[in-house]
């Protein structure tokens, strides 16, 4: 079966500009989680979205938010975006809620460049 | 500051050699979970432990869940450059929260 997909895979922006990150789970799949990835500080959660509702969210400002569809898929948003975003968006997703609890696949991530 | 520490930061060897990646904290988890990334690539679960003191085995890979499930051990024998990558724990602290260290890259030289 099809494994998580992300897409862009890559893209530069610039400082100030807003952007929207894309993941496809794996069907069946109903739970969606986005990390950040940058070196040295491993993957920080950023929300959990499960039945079209976040479940959970980390420590990062409003300027980041996301949203899910019916059909499972997901996408992030981070508007005004700092050259700290700079970074390896990852998505992965998981039957149930909860990454705690269960099996997260993830996908090849968006490597996002902010100049 | 990370709740789970890894380390070393970086591990170069030569092929045929063994390794060993760390993962403390001072927190306890209910699960602990290693991940291997490749370049280009997202991260790919390789194991969950669940029982203190448990030992799980993958192969050349052995993994290890500490006695007070703060802390755990990745042991490959014989490395390959296959097993090239950068190795992540992750510790459940709830059923909700998962907590990654900020990973150790292997690199194995033919």
């Known amino acids: 079966k099809a494994g998580v997909t992300q897409t862009p895979r890559y893209l530069i922006k610039t400082r100030g500009q807003q952007v929207t990150l894309s993941c496809s789970p794996i069907?069946?799949?109903?739970?969606v989680s986005w990390y950040q990835q940058t070196p040295g500080q491993g993957l920080q959660f950023l929300f959990e979205?499960?039945?079209?509702?976040?479940?959970n969210k980390g420590n990062f400002p409003g300027r980041f938010s996301g949203r899910q569809f019916s059909n499972s898929r997901s996408e992030m948003n981070v508007s005004t975006l700092e050259l700290g975003d700079s970074a390896l968006y990852l998505c992965?997703?998981?039957?149930?809620f909860g990454a705690g609890a269960n099996v997260l696949t993830f996908g090849a991530g968006s490597r996002l460049t902010v100049l | 500051t990370q709740l789970l520490e890894q380390s070393p930061q970086f591990l170069s060897i030569q092929e045929g050699e063994n390794l060993t990646v760390y993962c403390n904290s001072s927190?306890?988890?209910?699960?602990l979970q290693w991940y291997r990334q490749e370049p280009g690539e997202g991260p790919v679960l390789l194991v969950t432990?669940?029982?203190?003191?448990e030992v799980k085995k993958l192969k050349r890979l052995t993994f290890q869940f500490g006695d007070a499930r703060k802390d755990s051990s990745l042991h490959i024998t014989a490395a390959q450059p296959g097993d090239t990558g950068l190795y992540l724990c992750?510790?459940?602290?709830?059923?909700?929260?998962?907590?990654f260290g900020a990973g150790t890259t292997v690199t194995v030289r033919a």
């Open positions: 992965a997703s998981s039957l149930r």
């Open positions: 069907s069946g799949h109903r739970s």
């Open positions: 979205y499960f039945s079209e509702t976040q479940r």
């Open positions: 927190s306890v988890f209910s699960s």
């Open positions: 432990v669940v029982t203190g003191g």
């Open positions: 992750a510790g459940a602290v709830s059923d909700y929260k998962l907590s």
